[in-house]
């Protein structure tokens, strides 16, 4: 489910998605309405929504202590194009971001 309320049949799987021709045939919808449609309600294209839905994962897995960043960055794309959306996104770089996880945690820890 995304934020619009809307459920993406693919959401679930963001490590491998469908590939846009697929995933119309999955919904019985041509590919170029789908790519209208899929913009006009989320804002942003298919392609896009991967992403930040990638980003949000990577993002919340160091956060829980399941991963580190560079495991992360392993699952969202390669490690450069990783710390550069990343850092585009949320305005941090990764390592700084896990940097400040980490004191965080010992904050909590100690205090």
Do not use: W
């Not at 991967?50 to 560079?70: D, F, I, W, Y």
């Not at 699952?75 to 450069?80: A, E, G, I, R, T």
């Amino acid at each position: 489910m995304h934020s619009s309320g809307r459920e993406v049949p693919f959401a679930s799987d963001l490590a491998q998605p469908p590939s846009l021709l697929d995933l119309s045939r999955k919904i019985s919808l041509n590919d170029y309405n789908l790519k209208i449609g899929f913009k006009e309600v989320f804002g942003m294209t298919v392609f896009e929504f991967v992403r930040q839905q990638r980003m949000e994962k990577a993002m919340l897995l160091p956060e829980n202590g399941t991963l580190n960043v560079s495991q992360a960055a392993s699952l969202v794309d390669n490690f450069s194009h990783f710390a550069a959306f990343f850092k585009k996104t949320y305005g941090v770089n990764p390592s700084d971001y896990a940097e400040m996880l980490q004191k965080l945690e010992c904050r909590v820890t100690i205090g």
